[in-house]
Nanobody, 125 residues
Framework: VQLQASGGGLVQPGDSLKLSCVASGVTVSLYAAAWFRQAPGKEREFVAGINWNGENTYYAASVKGRFAISRDNAKNTVYLQMNSLKPEDTAAYFC???????????????????WGQGTQVTVSS
C-alpha cells in the first residue's frame, strides 16, 4: 500500500493550495481518509477527515471554513483544498487512511493504518 501526497509549496498569506493524495494497492472506497499536519517541534495534528463515501467530513476548528477535503474514489485520490492560508498553517501535511465504513470520522493519528510521505506547505510573506 502506498499513499503519495503532493501539491505543497511556498505561498503568501491569503493564497490557496490544493493537496492531492493518490493511493495504490488498496480499494480506496473501503477506507476513510484524513489529512494531518506537523510543524517543527510540535505534535502531529488532525486537519480534516472524510468518511469512505464522502458523505461526512470533519475539520479542526483552526481550518474550518478555509479548508475542504474531498475524494474521488474512481481516481483513488483524496484532496485538501486550502484557502486563505495563514503563516500558522505552515507544516508538513500527511494523508492517512483507515479501513473503515463508518459514518463518523476518527481524529486520532494512532488509528490510521496507512500514511503518505508528507508534503511541505510554507506560508510566508
Amino acid at each position: 500500500v502506498q499513499l503519495q501526497a503532493s501539491g505543497g509549496g511556498l505561498v503568501q498569506p491569503g493564497d490557496s493550495l490544493k493537496l492531492s493524495c493518490v493511493a495504490s494497492g488498496v480499494t480506496v472506497s473501503l477506507y476513510a481518509a484524513a489529512w494531518f499536519r506537523q510543524a517543527p517541534g510540535k505534535e502531529r495534528e488532525f486537519v480534516a477527515g472524510i468518511n469512505w463515501n464522502g458523505e461526512n467530513t470533519y475539520y479542526a476548528a483552526s481550518v474550518k471554513g478555509r479548508f475542504a477535503i474531498s475524494r474521488d474514489n474512481a481516481k483513488n485520490t483524496v484532496y485538501l483544498q486550502m484557502n486563505s492560508l495563514k503563516p500558522e498553517d505552515t507544516a508538513a501535511y500527511f494523508c492517512a487512511m483507515i479501513k473503515n465504513l463508518k459514518y463518523l470520522i476518527t481524529t486520532s493519528p494512532v488509528e490510521y493504518q496507512y500514511w503518505g510521505q508528507g508534503t511541505q506547505v510554507t506560508v510566508s510573506s
